[in-house]
């Protein structure tokens, strides 16, 4: 009789047969595992081809830092300091932001759809971050016209940024004020001349001082205003009255296209106060800017009166969209210092080496700011322009609407709150 066993269940399946069968599993396996990656399941395989989880990351991190030149000060800010990820994920995103902000007004003033003046900040970004951080949303803050960073910080969109730049109702300012004059809660501008926001921040610092408020002025002005005599005389006033104001010197090393060294005798600005105590900080490091204002905040909640910063920062533009800022210094110069001293990639070389981030996140972040500020130039393009009636509007927060006499006596426009 035949020695096959077909037919016979009691004998299962002929060889032949079964390595199909079998073969016809592990193929089966092999798809649905396949299919799996594909999907992105939880699979345990996904770590072959997807993302690092989120557990994966360190929480924080220590770090050495710059430490300060003092000036009248025995101790000064620490020379390490904690990154918690949040912390520097929120860093990175803010300066990210400002950095591609200016870079697309710049592209924006080049096309002729934002006018006039406009002084761009990228470079410095981390002056501006690392004080907010380390200041209350109910402190005050007052700055010069280099201002688009510090409106960023202080609460402002982007998309009201860039309508205020070219011009538009929906602009922060409601399209009066343009690049130099930019307004938020507890920020005062945004101030077009050279220096005049400085007897205005003691002014601020005095109101928190008489309205016994626990509150500080945080008052913002560059080298090429360092020299002007309204600051000496602010010194002056603010020692006498122990007014609670941080006077910060951003010195960008150049006012206009002339050199600190030779507008000024002593480029040790943080010594300018004489009986101020002052910090020199490297205002490239957004760290070193966070704990130095952590520091001078607190000197002067203290009640021991003002006390004066230096950020030694750099702008990659020139002084503003007029000045191509080449003629004064060398590109090799500005390139240096980008590929030295850059405070994003500073930060973000950081958190890579402490494993507080990857470079997917990173970039995942970069792609969604890419897109903010692209939809923010575009409301900034479509939005109207205030109509030729509303002129007058605004002129006081909270008052009655009265009239305002035009350019002769028979014009007159309704102002408006």
Known sequence: CSSSNSGNPLLGPPAS???????????TKMLRLLGNLIRGSNSPAKVLVGSRNYADFASEASFDIKKCDLHRVEEGPPSTTILTREDGLKYYRTMQLIRRMELKADQLYKQKIIRGFCHLY?????????????IEPTDHLITAYRSHGFTYTRGI???????????RRGGCAKGRGGSMHMYADNFYGGNGIVGAQ????AGIALACKYLEKNEICVTLYGDGAANQGQIFETY????????????????????MGTSVERAAASTDYYKRGDYIPGLRVDGMDVLCVREATKFAADHCRSGKGPILMELQTYRYHGHSMSDPGVSYRTREEIQEVRSKSDPITMLKDRMLKNNLSSIEELKEIDAGIRKEVEEAAQFATTDP??????LANYIYSNESAFDVRGTNPWIKYRSVS
């Not at 998309?159 to 730049?165: F, G, H, Q, R, V």
């Not at 400085?198 to 921040?201: C, I, N, R, T």
């Not at 002056?236 to 006012?255: D, H, V």
Request: charged letters at 20%; aromatic letters at 6%.
């Open 122 to 134: 990228d470079g410095q970004e981390a002056c501006c971050v690392g004080i907010e951080v380390a």
């Open 17 to 27: 047969l079964r390595l199909g069968l079998e073969f016809s599993l592990v193929m």
């Open 198 to 201: 400085v007897p205005l921040g």
């Open 157 to 167: 969109s982007a998309k009201e940024i860039m309508a205020e730049l070219t011009g």
């Open 236 to 255: 002056n006033m603010a020692m006498l009255w122990k007014l609670p104001c941080i006077f910060i010197c951003e010195n960008n090393r150049y006012g």
């Open 385 to 390: 322009e205030p109509a030729l009636e509303e």
